[in-house]
Every structure is written in structure tokens, then in C-alpha cells.
């Protein structure tokens, strides 16, 4: 899968900005990054911190543009688009104390044209990552909402997951809006994306508030888009499942076939992902963050080096 990433990237060079960048995790996947000619890499941080750090964990990081926050050139500029950007929401003073803070300044060079795309997350949270992208990068017009994925891989079968990490309790718009902008996440993938709207019950067989909210949101998904392969609501074994499907849903042009999974909620996303990993032997990629302007993506904080030069590739392929 990610040799056709890598194949675009060398045809296409672009910037990646990572926010942790004394972290030996990301040194080590920026040294493979560069001496594979992939990406450009701007590593964030002190640079006496940096240096230290990949001289001790062995990383060979002499490619990459190091960056600190506390010490920048054109910080008067970016300060000046900020506060514009903010619309009075945040003081001068207060946006220069923000940009001490390596998510908000990467975010602030994606936005400024100096990096394509952002990964961070290694040593802190996903809302971390994802409040300077909303308040910065914005979302693309046309959506409301930040979503995520997670790329589900064993073997050649691929499978999307969402949304498992942003949205707690979706209502039926931005669950239809998830399963949209899942299906284009999919199509990147290779994928002839085909939705299944997750649920405890099948066409109306269980009743509940969580039943309708996916029924409905299915309805509204279509509405969006009206050529998408999408079904719902549907439990998992009627998705993935042709005999269950064809006692279930016999019609359905996705029972049976799904390879997009949308959950009701982020607790049985959250849950769903990490059986799939732990039990089913799946290698689970991401979250990719989805619907914003510019690839801004996050890392588990348990992360591996591994993940990480994925992710990257991943996260620059998008741009």
C-alpha cells in the first residue's frame, strides 16, 4: 500500500513538519524520510535539544531543517497573520505566548506556506493537535465537523474504521458527513469505497434512538451524496458477511461487501478499532484527521517509529 504513496512523493516532493521533533520516534522516521528522498523535514524544538538527542539515540537527522519556536526569524509575520486569523478572539499577547507551543507554531507554518503537512501527537493529546488545526488550517468548505479514520490492514484486505478518536456522540449530520468524507479517505487508499452505517440491528430489527439516529443519518448521506455505495443501518456480521446478508439484507448492494465501517458513536469505534487490532490481527494506520484544508494528522503516544514513518508518508501523500 505505501509504495504507491512513496512512488507520488518522489515525484512530488513535499514539506512535512513534525512538532515533537527531539522525540527519538521521529528522528528516527526522519532519517528514513530523507535518505529515501520521500520528504522534505522540519523538526521543531531547541536546536541544541535536537541535536542531543539524535547524537544520543544514534538518528542521522542532517537533512532535516531544525526549527525553534523561541527563535524565529519571521515570528513578527506570523504573529501579524494570527491575530488576524484569530478575528479578535486572542490578543497579540496571547497569540505570541501560543506559538511558544510547537503545535500551534507548526500549524502556523502550514498555514504560511512553509509546510505542506503536520504530524504531532507523539508526547501529547489528540485535542492538541486538533484545536490549532480548527482555529488555523479551518475546515473545507462545505464541512462542518473534523473526523477521522483508521486504514484497517492484514495482509491485501483494507478496511476504513470511523470515526474512533474525534467525535464522541455524532448526530445524524455529522455521522452523514464521517461517512462521506470516509469514502473519499477510502478512494485514496485504492478502495471502491462501499459504507456500512454500524448498528445492534439490521433494516429496523432492534429498535432504539441509536437505531433511528443511523437509520437517518444513512438517509442524509445519500442526500450528499447520492452516487455513493452506502447502506444502513446494519449490524457488523450483516456487513461483512455474504451469508448473513443474504438472510438479512438480500437486496443491499453493500451487506456483505463493506470495507468502510462508520460506528454510532466513538465508544464502539474506539472499542471496534482496537479488537480488530489486538484479536483479528489487523495493523491499524492512524487516525487520519479528515475534512480539514490541510493534512494535519496525529500520532498515539504509544506510537513506534515504524507508525510514524507511515503516517508520515501517509500524511504527505494527501497534500
Known sequence: MLAKFEKKLRKEKRTIVFTEGNDYRIQESAERLTKAHLLDVILLGNEYDVKSSAERYHCDISACTIIDPMNYDEIDAMVEKMVELRKGKMTEEQVRKALEGANYFGTMLVKMGKADCLLGG?????????????????TKPGNKIVSSS????????????SDCSINIDPNEEELAEIAVESAKTAEVFGLDPRVAMLSYSTYGSGKGDSVTKMANATAR?????????????????????????????????????????????INA????????????????????????????????????????YKMAIITAALS
Not at 150 to 161: A, N, P, Q, W
Open 122 to 138: 507523539a508526547t501529547y493529546s489528540t485535542a492538541d493537535t486538533v484545536r490549532p488545526a480548527l482555529q488555523l488550517i479551518k
Open 150 to 161: 483508521f486504514v484497517m490492514i492484514k495482509g491485501d484486505d483494507i478496511k476504513l474504521f
Open 221 to 265: 448521506a445519500k442526500e450528499l451524496a447520492p452516487f455513493l455505495k452506502i447502506d444502513g443501518e446494519l449490524q457488523f456480521d450483516a456487513a461483512v458477511s455474504d451469508a448473513v446478508a443474504k438472510i438479512k439484507c438480500p437486496k443491499s448492494q453493500v451487506a456483505g461487501k463493506a470495507n468502510v465501517f462508520v460506528f454510532p458513536d
Open 269 to 308: 469505534g474506539n472499542i471496534g478499532y482496537k479488537i480488530a487490532a489486538r484479536l483479528g490481527g489487523y495493523e491499524a494506520i492512524g487516525p487520519i484527521l479528515q475534512g480539514m484544508n490541510a493534512p494535519i494528522n496525529d500520532l498515539s503516544r504509544g506510537c513506534v517509529a515504524g507508525e510514524v
